[in-house]
């Protein structure tokens, strides 16, 4: 079956700390991974996908097909960080659906 | 910019109502999606269409029913509203076949059933 499994649904931490939002992934085959983000009062939207393996706003995010994780990363969180962050998979001939974790709220603290 | 609009914002509906959520997309997109976020749940898929008049059921369709009689309308549609359809229903679309999966998503509609 197809899941994606955010194990925290707080993590709070300090300005300037490092981050790292755990997502793991329950696929056969080779899935399409994403992370997107919500500010408060604002929409769902990309925040980056595997495939691109860019850097934005400085999160990064390794897919590991071993331990089939997809943990985002950023060296020092920002305020402007604090957010809801969802975890996606896309699998073959999905249609453009996805399957979403849970979510995990990041409080960046001053 | 893909726009995605939701035409209500916030609903209170009473229960055993009729309720009608309707998303219009303006990219031309093929596919669309409602989801349903709830704390601590995430988003749950109920519905989505990749074409006119198509649809197929997402993870939890029990007690929705969608419409797609135009390729930018995806209506979400609760026949008889019940308590525990209390939520916020999130509407999207995206090329159809890209496999990008960048979804673009609307506000947001908060349905509140009494």
């Known amino acids: 079956a197809q899941r994606v499994t955010q194990p925290e649904k707080l993590l709070s931490v300090f300005k300037g700390a490092p981050v790292e939002l755990k997502c793991n992934y329950s696929?056969?085959?080779?899935?399409?991974l994403f992370w997107y983000v919500q500010y408060s009062r604002q929409r769902l939207q990309l925040l980056l996908r595997h495939i691109s393996r860019e850097s934005i706003k400085g999160f990064t995010a390794d897919l590991n097909k071993g331990e089939t994780s997809f943990h985002l990363k950023k060296p020092f969180a920002q305020e402007e960080d604090s957010a809801m962050y969802y975890c996606?998979?896309?699998?073959?001939?999905?249609?453009?659906?996805?399957?979403f974790g849970k979510g995990t709220k990041l409080s960046v603290k001053p | 910019d893909v726009k995605v609009t939701q035409s209500s914002r916030y609903l209170v509906k009473r229960t055993g109502e009729k309720v009608f959520l309707e998303c219009v997309q303006d990219?031309?997109?093929?596919?669309m999606f409602w989801y349903r976020q709830d704390p601590g749940l995430g988003l749950r898929l109920i519905y989505f269409s990749y074409d006119v008049k198509m649809k197929e059921k997402g993870d939890i369709p029990e007690g929705y029913s969608v419409s797609r009689e135009k390729k930018e309308r995806f209506s979400l549609i609760l026949e008889s509203a019940s308590t525990n359809q209390t939520s916020m229903y999130l509407c999207?679309?995206?090329?159809?076949?890209?496999?990008?999966?960048?979804?673009?998503f609307g506000e947001g509609s908060r349905l509140t059933v009494l």
């Open positions: 996606a998979l896309s699998g073959k001939g999905s249609q453009g659906n996805l399957i």
């Open positions: 990219m031309d997109h093929e596919n």
């Open positions: 696929y056969s085959g080779s899935p399409e």
């Open positions: 999207a679309s995206t090329l159809s076949g890209t496999g990008t999966g960048e979804l673009f």
